[in-house]
């Protein structure tokens, strides 16, 4: 099993970015293959993703996920079910300013290939830090 973290600094104030953050239909502006994110039943969402598998063509493929707003702790919980154990968290906590703020993420999955769940975890939080900041501009 593998459990990863990684944070962020995001030049948008903690209110914006966690306001940001709880509108699942953002995900796809985010979220590195995702296409799209219907929040349906409580906290419930069908995510659509494009994918390239390398052992398999190129194809879109749609599950079913979690994620639920804490709005008190100003964080996210999410996870799908499958056999990956896929489960994670996103915490906003203020920055260096009042327009600042940093983001950090927890994961945890069985997947232990360390270095590709690494870099997925970088490319969200840049994926994350750039719509949010283009979104307030």
Do not use: C
């Not at 707003?69 to 919980?77: N, P």
């Not at 906003?92 to 600042?100: I, L």
Request: hydrophobic content about 30%; cysteine-free.
């Amino acid at each position: 099993m593998g459990d990863y973290d990684n944070s962020i600094m995001v030049a948008v104030g903690p209110e914006r970015l966690f306001s940001y953050l709880a509108d699942v239909q953002n995900l796809p502006a985010y979220m590195p293959r995702l296409t799209s994110a219907h929040p349906h039943d409580g906290d419930r969402v069908t995510v659509t993703a494009h994918i390239d598998p390398p052992d398999a063509p190129e194809q879109d493929v749609t599950s079913e996920a979690w994620i639920r707003v804490v709005e008190e702790g100003k964080s996210l919980q999410w996870g799908a079910p499958g056999p990956h154990d896929y489960r994670g968290r996103l915490h906003v906590s203020p920055g260096n300013g009042p327009d600042s703020s940093r983001l950090t993420v927890e994961l945890h999955t069985r997947t232990t290939e360390g270095d590709h769940v690494d870099h997925g975890l970088q490319e969200a939080l840049d994926g994350i830090k750039t719509a949010v900041e283009n979104a307030e501009r």
